[in-house]
T-cell receptor, first 110, second 109 residues
């Protein structure tokens, strides 16, 4: 079992650009959540997908959007990047109580 | 609003015991989680409490009091590899995880 995998691991983008991050959940998991973690902070919930629909959303602007595919993998899209979007983006998959995290994508906006 | 409070940083000695506290105020409660996160890595699951009391798992134990909005993580026989951040998270009435900022634990020889 490969666990939760995210790609890419690191990414550098310019302000105003758009970015797509990808996540493959742990085998058997049908729920995917995305988090943003700034340095020295806890993760902040962006949204959660279940059965290809956004089920929950945190306090993030519409520039942040996502998608879940029939195989439960997911994408996070961020448009019109700002310097403040620089962070570690974590994907977590779950089926019941415990959430398993991927290694994250370190996004740097310059 | 919802918030999770935990100390920013703690220091302990190798071989000793340390207790990391977490207090929470959330809209509803559907379980409390503790995760360990080494620098630059993803959080890894340590424990889950949904009922009051102590859950023991090897060197790590976690306690919950729902009436007090309080939990602690107890780490025994500390090892150098336990140096990490420890994150407390509560699942609220919407089943959304609300996270604390984490406690950075420094272990000294």
């Amino acid at each position: 079992d490969a666990g939760v995998t995210q790609s890419p691991t690191h990414l550098i983008k310019t302000r105003g650009q758009q970015v797509t991050l990808r996540c493959s959940p742990k085998s058997g998991h049908d729920t995917v959540s995305w988090y943003q973690q700034a340095l020295g902070q806890g993760p902040q919930f962006i949204f959660q997908y279940y059965e290809e629909e956004e089920r929950q959303r945190g306090n993030f602007p519409d520039r942040f959007s996502g998608h879940q595919f029939p195989n439960y993998s997911s994408e996070l899209n961020v448009n019109a990047l700002l310097l403040g979007d620089s962070a570690l983006y974590l994907c977590a998959s779950s089926r019941s109580a415990e959430a398993f995290f991927g290694q994250g994508t370190r996004l740097t906006v310059v | 609003g919802q918030n999770i409070d935990q100390p920013t940083e703690m220091t302990a000695t190798e071989g000793a015991i340390v207790q990391i506290n977490c207090t929470y105020q959330t809209s509803g409660f559907n379980g409390l989680f503790w995760y360990q996160q080494h620098a630059g890595e993803a959080p890894t699951f340590l424990s889950y409490n949904v009922l009051d009391g102590l859950e023991e798992k090897g060197r790590f134990s976690s306690f919950l009091s729902r009436s007090k909005g309080y939990s602690y993580l107890l780490l025994k026989e500390l090892q150098m590899k336990d140096s990490a951040s420890y994150l407390c998270a509560v699942r609220d009435s919407n089943y959304q995880l609300i996270w604390g900022a984490g406690t950075k634990l420094i272990i000294k020889p």
